[in-house]
């Protein structure tokens, strides 16, 4: 993926990794790639009500060199296809892609000659994000969930090859970091 | 509006003193600044002429003028933060929230879902299939003669609008206020039957077994009461955990 690969044998990378995924993790920079309705929830996403900067991604930059992470929010169309996936080639490695919708990621109720379904036909995913569109929270989750997923990741292929067949556990947000839980929800509405 | 000069100035020529209204909306600062340069033609009469975008944006370099500019932004500092430090304080959905679906259960533990498939029909993104087979008296796994055999929603496809459960004539599908669902791969996001069913709750046996409530009529007779809280929706609540990623599946 980078640098690492690269090395010679015999040279220790042993909290190394840690450090480095730690880093990646912490400063996941957005590229600016909006294309339907689901944007206005990832906008929402950036806002002071969610307030993305908790999570160290500010900034939704609209230059993919300066990126590491595509969030495809909205609907891919056929003839959008090439567009991100030129985006997605001109960000550097390591990069990673979030799939955030159900149109994005499987085409959702537009199952016809328009859409690609799934915008993993042309890129590779590494997280699906299901709704439509997802509230906040929902790419909150997701997000947290690729950090557990890059903060998993072995440096080089040789560490690769030794972790290889292991797995981790992705576990709902709100089960693993929530601290406060404000009210339930008031009584059921009536039918 | 800045690329059209007003009468009698050229648009090389910087704006004068004498071509500016005085009055409100300027300041003061501006009115003895220029003097009115020789040669230009009389002005004529401005008072009816609109404000330039900008002349309205002069600065008001007064003290008065930073203070009520800074003061804005410094009294939020005295303002409660807005942010929702969502994953680590969860705040409640609205009460109707739809969330994942439940396949929700009698209180003798046989499934409410008989296999009719009107919720596969009513699905605008073809994302339920349903797959139904017969009751025996052996096997029996709801109270009707056809149960659901095979249930599987795609979480992929569907956009949580709510028709099935419209559409569901026994109750037997409705929807939770969970809404954590992202995973990393397309195939692990269709949930089948068992992710779907509701917990067995105290008093519930795991079907199939006979109906214990009696004959068919009396499972299906008591309608949902108008007015009483719709509580099955959330009886599995509880997110569904146990999805594990494999280390290194990055493909990049």
Redesign the interface.
Known sequence: MGLEEKLPDGILLASVEGLVNWTRKSSLWPVTFGLACCAIEMMTFGAPRFDSARFGMEVFRPSPRQADLMIVAGRVSQKMAPVVRQIYDQMAEPRWVIAMGVCASSGGMFNNYAIVQGVDHIIPVDMYLPGCPPRPEMLIDAILKLHHKISNEPLGPKRAAKLAGQKVELVPSSQKFAKVRHGASEEAGND | MADTPPPGRSPDQPADAASLPTGAGVPAVIENSVPAVQGTPAPIDVSARRLNEDEFDQPNPTLAGFAAGFGLTFSTMFKKV????????????????HGRHVLNRHPDGLEKCVGCELCAWAC???AIYVEGGDNTEEARFSPGERYGKVYQI????????GLCIEACPTRSLTMS?E????????QD?IYTKEQLMAPLLPGMEAPPHPMRLGDEKAYYTPR?Q??????E??VAGK?I????????????
């Open positions: 807005y942010t929702q430090q969502y994953p680590f304080e969860v705040f409640p959905t609205a009460p109707r929230y605008p993104a073809d795609n979480y992929l496809r569907c956009i949580f609008c206020n809404y954590e669902l992202a995973l990393d791969n397309r996001l949902p108008k007015g009483a809280p719709q509580r929706a959330n997110p955990t146990g999805h594990a990623i494999e280390v290194g599946g990055h493909h990049a």
